[in-house]
T-cell receptor, first 112, second 115 residues
Framework: RKEVEQDPGPFNVPEGATVAFNCTYS??????FFWYRQDCRKEPKLLMS?????NEDGRFTAQLNRASQYISLLIRDSKLSDSATYLC?????????????WGAGTKLIIKP | GAGVSQSPSNKVTEKGKDVELRCDPI?????LYWYRQSLGQGLEFLIY????????KSGLPSDRFSAERTGGSVSTLTIQRTQQEDSAVYLC?????????????FGPGTRLTVL
């Protein structure tokens, strides 16, 4: 089992709809969590960090469930420009070092 | 300001040849990362530099891979005796924060094709 797992999708969603996807992590020592967005054949860019209390940035809401070890991303009123792959990233301490573990991403396609 | 730059953008090489990939991080960023990404896959961590500390090389897949960061700025990733399975996009990222805690700013990547 991968340490960070995401449903690869694709999620095909009509414009204007709400879509949500999760990312599960297996290591309880995980400390920080992020969502990155990657457009086709482009580099990843930070979408938002995920805070323990949950956080919102415009149409995007991120939540952390430590008990069940997953983070979620919810997109409201989806736009065509939201079409991308969403990468979940987990920062955890491994011994004396920190390690960043990346999920393989969830592909989202917004249809007109 | 200028972002992370990488060169070359594309590299085609023959199996067995050595290649060098370059990364220019954002000025002032103390942390630098190398990843590779195969088609349709997530990012695979390769190596992490933080200031003057010894690099975290735990992600390097074999001893054919090495990386340097000179003067705390520019970094080069060297792959010796390239194999076809080395074909991927090699991404460099820098961050103003260490401990792998902060936002990472990625370069556009180098697409490596080994024939």
């Amino acid at each position: 089992r991968k340490e960070v797992e995401q449903d690869p999708g694709p999620f095909n969603v009509p414009e204007g709809a709400t879509v949500a996807f999760n990312c599960t992590y297996s290591n309880s020592a995980s400390q920080s969590f992020f969502w990155y967005r990657q457009d086709c054949r482009k580099e990843p860019k930070l979408l938002m960090s995920v805070y323990s209390s949950g956080n919102e940035d415009g149409r995007f809401t991120a939540q952390l469930n430590r008990a069940s070890q997953y983070i979620s991303l919810l997109i409201r009123d989806s736009k065509l420009s939201d079409s991308a792959t969403y990468l979940c990233v987990v920062n955890r301490r491994g011994g004396s070092n920190y390690q960043l573990i990346w999920g393989a991403g969830t592909k989202l396609i917004i249809k007109p | 300001g200028a972002g992370v730059s990488q060169s070359p953008s594309n590299k085609v090489t023959e199996k067995g040849k050595d290649v060098e990939l370059r990364c220019d991080p954002i000025s002032g960023h103390t942390a630098l990362y190398w990843y590779r990404q195969s088609l349709g896959q997530g990012l695979e961590f390769l190596i992490y530099f933080q200031g003057n500390s010894a690099p975290d090389k735990s992600g390097l897949p074999s001893d054919r891979f090495s990386a340097e960061r000179t003067g705390g700025s520019v970094s080069t990733l060297t792959i010796q005796r390239t194999q076809q399975e080395d074909s991927a996009v090699y991404l460099c990222a820098s961050s103003p924060l260490g401990g792998m805690a902060g936002e990472q700013f990625f370069g556009p990547g180098t697409r490596l094709t080994v024939l």
